[in-house]
Every structure is written in structure tokens, then in C-alpha cells.
């Protein structure tokens, strides 16, 4: 990028003295030249003639100096000279024809003084010039002192003191310029630093960014994009798909075409390539950029290979899917095998009790494999809804069923359920649905309880919604567990090194039902106190 030099100063040579030695001096001389014509002309001239033309001449010889002399490399003091020797060519001029009023011509080495050298050439030049003028007078036996005498040095004097100030107000500005200069140098060096910096960064991630401005056009790629584009033109543009891999993309909802229509979206999956051939799948993101009124300034457009990434969990998902799949047809049997042995009236007591037990737990099994199933089967489904079949009804006797169900585990530990809190509600659900993520949420409740501890179920109508509660007094949920707790597969730290069972798909499922429903699913909980789940659900259309 190229930027503006604001640098004057040492690089580029200070012109500014030799160009206020000559404008002045040439000033006085113009005007001298002018005076020289007319002393010719004029006839008789009203003085000395020779006397005149000497004083002319020091002028000249001044200017000629003026110009010869590179000020720039001399002592700024030695530019003096030329004001104080113009004062003293002046005297002459004066002396040579005092009534010719030629003291006048003192204004400009004494504004040259006042203006260039500061307080000092101030003084100097209106004393020096009083000093002349009065000599010039005394030597003059014609002239009277009068009233008028005194306009000249006064005259001189104001002029001298306004040049003086003027100088300084103007020094004074240029020095705020200076500064200002600087600042903004110093500014434009940041932004540049900084501007490289983003730069070094962006290049240096794995995702392509691509800045969109406000027209259309595009400001920055980074490294990465290009690198993205590239593979993907291997040979000729490939075919672009959604994110199900096989339908074609339309030519407008591809992500670029979005964010110039002025879309903001996140993970828009696109598959590029034929479905038989190597194929890559970029998750992209268009963020919108305002100012700070609100005005539009473009977009930012993310995207990321995840084809690994993908391909990873598909291949988690189809090995879980196999495996359970797998498992569930020796369960069915041994289920069924248990069952036929507990119709047998012949079997001892004690033996019926451990049967019953492996039963239950062969159930259990049973259903972790089917929600593992389930959530299998439908990998990534981000948009397809979970059928479900909703009718209003009585949630009470479903949360009776769900604590009955539970009571033989819970007794195991000692933990006591109370469900008193739950008063005749009526929901808008599907019954099956709900009833498995009661069922989810009370087991939860039990196993990560402690031995004697208690879970509380509240059921009741808030607004338009019915709010179901599940409280328990157990071990609770850590901080960074809790944002992480409703995604699949995810169990908390702790019970994965308790040895304590589970799949980390229940509070998954669950939240896919009832957000089905419309509703939502959240957590409150503190470590070592306990948790509470609360599920909240459409209220029934109509209520008997
Ligand atoms: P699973 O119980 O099979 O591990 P879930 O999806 O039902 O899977 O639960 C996910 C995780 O949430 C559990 O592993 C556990 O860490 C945590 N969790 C769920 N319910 C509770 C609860 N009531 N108290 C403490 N932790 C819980």
C-alpha cells in the first residue's frame, strides 16, 4: 500500500530562509528601482543626487548579496546583515533628500527584523532605525523638530510590534501543525501495523475469510480461501450440493450469492463435487458488518472444510448404529428366554428375584440400545422435525407411571420420590414422547443422587405453557458441564471417571421431544446440592 510522505524536514532540504532573505530584500529593491527611475526623471532632484544614487547602489549590492549567499548553510544571525545594512543604505537615501519622505522605506528591513528574528530583531531593528533617524535628523540643520518628527519612528514601531506578532502566531501554528503532522503519522503507522498484523493472522488460520464492502465488491481474501478455491477447481468447477450431499444447489443459494443479497447465516453446509467422485463439504458463515449508526458496511464471509470432520462422525455414527443393531437381536432373545423361565411356576423364589433383576436390567439394556438407535439414525438432522403425535392430556397419571416405573431402582438407594407436587395438568403432547423424557429425567435424577437422598416432581400451568420439574438433592452439575450436558454423547466429567454407566444420549433425545413440541428444556444446578431440570410444554388446547 502506499502511503503519503508527511515527512519534510532533514530528508527534504529547508528551502524556507534562502525564500525569506530574497522576498524581502527583493520587495525593498523593487521598490527602490522604482524610486531610482523617478529620481531621473524628476528634474531638479529634490536633494543630493549622488548622495542618492549611493545609497541606491548599497541596495543593489545588497540584493546582489542576497541572492549569491545560500542562507540555508550559514548562521540564521548572519541574515541579519542584510536588514541592518538595507537600514543604513536607507539613512543615505533619507540624508540624500530629507523632505522626499524615503525614511518610509525603513518599514522593511524593520518588519524583515521583527518577523524573522524574534524579540531581539524586534528591539534591535526599531532602536537601530530610531538611532538612524534621529542621527539623520541632527545632521540635517534644516530640519525643525516638530510633532510630525515623531510619526515615523512610532509608525515603525507599530508595524514592527504587529509583524512581530503576527510571526509568532504564525510560528505558533505551524508548530500545532507540526505536532498534528506527527500524531497523524504516528496514527497512520498503527493502523498500518495493525492492518498487517490482521493480516498475518488471517493468513495464518485455516478457514477463508472473504470481506465483502457495501457495493458488492471484495475487499480481502485470506491465504486460506484461495487455498479452499483451489481445491475445489481441481480440472473444472465442481457441482455444488446442500447439505444432505445430493440435491443440487441453486446458483442463487450458493453462500456468496447470499451474502451480497445482504443474508446473514451460520453453518450453511455445501458439498462440492459429483456424489461419486472425492467430494468436499465447507461450512460457511456470513456475518453482516455495520457502523456504529447502523448503516451497512458489507459482510464477512467464514468458511471451513469439515469433510474430516464429517466423515469422522458419520463413520462414529454408522459403527454405533451397527453395533446396536448388532445388540439388540441377542437381547430380544435373552428377554424373551427370561420370560418364559419366570411363567414357570417351578422356579424357587430366590431364583425368580435374580431372574427379575437380570430382566430389568436386560430392559434397560434394551433401551439404551434403541435411544442409541434412534439417535443414529437421524446423524445431523439439524431440520427434520421428530414425528410426533400431540393430543391434550392429563399429565399427572403420566409422571404416576414414570415414578412407579422407577421406584425398584430408587429403592436400591434409599432415595425417596415425592411427585405430590404434581396437581391435574393438562398438555398438548405425545404421551409416548413425554413419557420418555420423564422417564430419562427421573433416572437421571435417581442415579446421580445420593444414597437416602429425594427427587421432587412439580407439575404445573405457567402462561400459556405446562412446566414439568424434576429436583434432586444429588451431586449436581459443574459450571462447564452444563453448556455442553444437552449435546450428544456428552457426559459430565466426573460420572465419566466414576465408572457410573450411561450413553450421554438421554437429555439429547429428550431435548429433540419437547423442542418438537415447541417447548424447551433447561437445567439450574449446584455442585454437591443438587439439580433441576424443567421441561416446558404447550398446555392443552382444550381443557375438560
Ligand atoms: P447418561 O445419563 O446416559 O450419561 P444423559 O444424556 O441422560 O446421559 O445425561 C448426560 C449427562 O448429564 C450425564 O452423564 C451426567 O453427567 C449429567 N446429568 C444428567 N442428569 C443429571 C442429574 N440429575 N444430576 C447430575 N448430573 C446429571
Not at 407436587?421 to 429425567?441: F, I, K, P, T, Y
Amino acid at each position: 500500500m502506499a502511503e503519503p510522505n508527511l515527512q519534510t524536514g532533514p530528508l527534504a532540504p529547508d528551502r524556507t530562509r534562502d525564500r525569506t532573505a530574497v522576498l524581502n530584500q527583493l520587495m525593498l529593491s523593487a521598490v527602490v528601482v522604482a524610486l531610482a527611475a523617478l529620481g531621473v526623471i524628476t528634474t531638479p532632484f529634490p536633494g543630493d543626487i549622488a548622495l542618492f544614487f549611493l545609497g541606491v547602489l548599497s541596495v543593489f549590492v545588497m540584493t546582489a548579496l542576497t541572492l549569491l549567499i545560500p542562507w540555508n548553510r550559514v548562521a540564521v544571525g548572519w541574515m541579519a546583515v542584510v536588514p541592518a545594512a538595507d537600514m543604513l543604505a536607507i539613512a543615505v537615501l533619507r540624508a540624500s533628500s530629507p523632505p522626499s519622505g524615503l525614511g518610509l522605506l525603513w518599514l522593511f528591513p524593520v518588519m524583515w527584523l521583527a518577523s524573522s528574528f524574534g524579540l531581539a530583531g524586534l528591539v534591535g531593528g526599531v532602536v537601530a532605525t530610531v538611532v538612524l533617524f534621529a542621527t539623520v535628523v541632527l545632521l540635517d540643520p534644516a530640519h525643525h523638530v516638530t510633532y510630525s518628527t515623531f510619526l515615523l519612528p512610532l509608525v515603525l514601531l507599530a508595524l514592527a510590534a504587529s509583524s512581530y506578532l503576527t510571526a509568532r502566531r504564525f510560528a505558533a501554528q505551524r508548530s500545532l501543525l507540526d505536532k498534528q503532522a506527527q500524531v497523524l503519522a504516528a496514527a497512520l503507522e498503527r493502523t498500518r501495523r495493525q492492518e498487517q498484523e490482521v493480516t498475518e493472522v488471517l493468513d495464518a488460520v485455516d478457514f477463508g475469510v472473504v470481506r465483502i464492502d457495501a457495493d458488492g465488491s471484495t475487499a480481502v481474501t485470506n491465504e486460506a480461501h484461495g487455498r479452499l478455491q483451489r481445491a475445489l477447481q481441481v480440472g473444472h468447477a465442481p457441482a455444488a450440493y446442500q447439505d444432505d450431499g445430493t440435491t443440487p444447489l441453486p446458483p442463487d443459494e450458493f453462500p456468496l450469492e447470499r451474502a451480497l443479497r445482504g443474508e446473514a447465516f451460520s453453518g450453511q453446509l455445501v458439498w462440492f463435487g459429483d456424489p461419486t467422485g472425492p467430494r468436499h463439504v465447507l461450512s460457511v458463515t456470513a456475518r453482516r458488518l455495520t457502523d456504529t449508526a447502523g448503516h451497512d458496511l458489507g459482510a464477512v464471509v467464514v468458511s471451513r472444510d469439515v469433510t474430516a470432520e464429517l466423515a469422522a462422525l458419520q463413520a462414529r455414527d454408522e459403527l454405533v448404529a451397527s453395533v446396536s443393531h448388532e445388540l439388540r437381536t441377542p437381547l430380544t432373545s435373552i428377554l424373551g428366554y427370561l420370560d418364559l423361565v419366570l411363567d414357570d411356576p417351578s422356579v424357587p423364589v430366590a431364583a425368580r428375584r435374580s431372574i427379575e433383576i437380570a430382566e430389568r436390567n436386560a430392559e434397560r439394556l434394551l433401551a439404551i440400545v434403541a435411544d442409541i438407535l434412534a439417535a443414529s439414525r437421524r446423524p445431523h438432522a439439524v431440520t427434520a422435525q421428530l414425528p410426533i403425535e400431540p393430543a391434550d392430556i392429563d399429565v399427572r397419571p403420566l409422571v404416576r407411571a414414570a415414578v412407579e416405573s422407577m421406584l425398584p431402582r430408587a429403592a436400591e438407594r434409599r432415595v425417596r420420590i415425592d411427585d405430590t407436587g404434581v396437581g391435574e395438568v393438562w398438555a398438548h403432547v405425545d404421551a409416548h414422547r413425554l413419557r420418555q423424557v420423564l422417564d430419562n429425567l427421573i433416572a437421571n435424577a435417581v442415579k446421580y443422587n445420593v444414597d437416602g437422598g429425594q427427587v421432587r416432581i412439580d407439575a404445573a400451568v405457567d402462561g400459556s405453557d405446562v412446566c414439568i420439574e424434576v429436583t434432586d438433592t444429588g451431586v449436581g452439575i459443574a459450571e462447564h458441564d452444563l453448556q455442553r450436558l444437552f449435546q450428544r454423547f456428552y457426559r459430565g466429567r466426573s460420572v465419566r471417571s466414576s465408572g457410573m454407566t450411561g450413553t450421554g444420549l438421554g437429555l439429547a433425545i429428550s431435548r429433540e421431544i419437547v423442542r418438537a413440541h415447541g417447548g424447551d428444556i433447561t437445567v439450574r444446578s449446584e455442585p454437591g446440592v443438587g439439580s433441576t431440570f424443567t421441561v416446558r410444554v404447550p398446555q392443552a388446547r382444550s381443557v375438560p
